[in-house]
């Protein structure tokens, strides 16, 4: 099991205000490769830096949300969503008693992972992966930063802390049950390999459940997506308000914000409907969660990794709610006749990227073709993975064009 690392002090500031079963920075267990303490962040305010400066984080700009490439730049991109995500994340840490800077810095890494072009983008390439272990956004993110960022002398990757290794992980539930077999979500794959190769250097107790702070990192990307989603369908013009209304929840919105603005303009409504989704699912996380802690009487952050079920949660109302809202968004945005042939153009550019790079290595940068005739095929292909993984949507496209006589516009 791993040990705390020894804090210089046994309090930090803002302890007074944190629960018993928040995480502590003077209590971390640790980073894999030891580093002296920094006079002036906390472990969890370390790692925060350490992602905001990183180059995968830096790309985020360039990369889709939910890809609907549209001309204009109102619409979401990875970056903007996950500064959305770490807003929602804080609100709850604080609301909550726990460590704000663990939740921000989980929000801020959890979407380091994914692909160019969205989730099109991850299902092309985990495709072209299918023979060799498939491509999980959530173990690239891992190797992102225990491996793949270059910045330091000292080490590969960005040398997080354990919580933070754990969070990342682990912030949608344990990955194996306690008899070692995998979870629902990895039963047909198994734990994807980064992930595995990775718990031998450092156990991440995968069938536990993650911390408190990162069940709030977790719950407040739900929020942020069922939010920016409805707003960026509406800005595109894939649906309108009177579509929403097939979800209870979302008419019960429009109503209220008809009363109280009657003739409120159409883009001003938007705003408002996409602040109260916000607000009550917030509230609702806060209250519920609320209850739930009350129950278990955690007595330090073990409690909560041990406690068999999340107890960062929403009601069964909103649960509904969010079902409601991700079953309306999945044939009106993701699968929109609109997007369905950009997607498909994408998907396109994707495979014809790793087909070429599989068949020629010496058609990627110097640095990523070195020592690949040495590689055994799997390898070779995760490293064709790692490369097309980290491009942002303008780069493939670019990438595209310099291999192929035709690159679709995406548009």
């Known amino acids: 099991m791993p040990q705390p690392q020894s804090p210089s002090s046994d309090r930090e500031p803002g302890d007074r205000w944190r629960a018993a079963y928040a995480c502590r920075s003077s209590q971390s267990r640790g980073r894999l490769i030891a580093e002296p303490a920094s006079p002036t962040r906390s472990h969890f305010q370390r790692d925060r830096d350490r992602i905001i400066h990183s180059t995968a984080f830096r790309r985020l700009k360039h990369k889709t949300q939910v890809f609907v490439s549209h001309e204009g730049d109102h619409y979401r991109t990875r970056l903007t969503h996950t500064i959305e995500v770490a807003q929602i994340a804080r609100a709850l840490a604080r609301a909550l008693g726990l460590d704000e800077d663990l939740a921000e810095a989980l929000a801020l890494a959890h979407d380091l992972g994914h692909t160019p072009f969205g989730h099109t983008g991850e299902d092309a390439l985990d495709a072209c992966m299918h023979k060799f272990g498939g491509f999980d956004h ?16 000292g080490f590969g990757g960005l040398n997080l802390s354990w919580e933070m290794l754990e969070g990342l992980v682990k912030h949608n539930g344990p990955l194996i049950g306690p008899d070692g077999v995998p979870t629902a979500r990895y039963a047909k794959t198994g734990v994807p390999a980064a992930i595995v190769e990775y718990q031998e250097r450092q156990d991440l107790w995968l069938d536990s459940h993650a911390s408190a702070e990162a069940q709030v990192a977790a719950l407040a990307d739900d929020i942020a997506y069922n939010a920016h989603d409805i707003d960026d369908g509406l800005r595109a013009g894939l649906f309108g308000h009177a579509e929403l209304r097939v979800v209870p929840f979302l008419a019960d919105l429009l109503d209220e914000i008809e009363r109280l603005h ?10 408002e409907l996409v602040r109260r989704v916000i607000t009550r699912f917030v509230e609702d996380v806060i209250g519920r969660s ?53 997607r498909q153009q994408a998907a396109d550019v994707v495979r014809d990227l790793f087909t070429r790079f599989a068949a020629a290595p010496q058609a990627m940068p110097p640095d990523w073709a070195a020592g690949m005739t040495e590689l055994d095929e799997p390898r070779k292909a995760r490293r064709i993975a790692d490369y097309i993984a980290g491009m942002t949507d303008w780069y493939a496209l670019d990438e595209h064009r310099r291999l192929f006589d035709a690159t679709p516009s995406l548009r």
């Not at 959530?138 to 002398?153: C, D, F, P, S």
């Not at 009657?262 to 705003?271: D, I, V, W, Y």
């Not at 969010?322 to 699968?335: C, G, H, S, T, V």
């Open 138 to 153: 959530n173990a690239q993110t891992l190797r992102i930063v225990t491996r793949l960022e270059h910045r330091y002398a």
């Open 262 to 271: 009657p003739g409120l303009e159409t883009s001003r409504a938007t705003n």
């Open 290 to 342: 609320q209850e739930l802690i009350a129950a278990l009487a955690p007595t330090d952050a073990d409690a909560i990794r041990r406690a068999g079920e999340p107890v960062v949660a929403f009601s069964e109302m909103i649960t509904t709610a969010d079902r409601q809202i991700k079953a309306f968004l999945y044939p009106n945005m993701y699968r929109h006749p609109r997007v369905g042939v950009i």
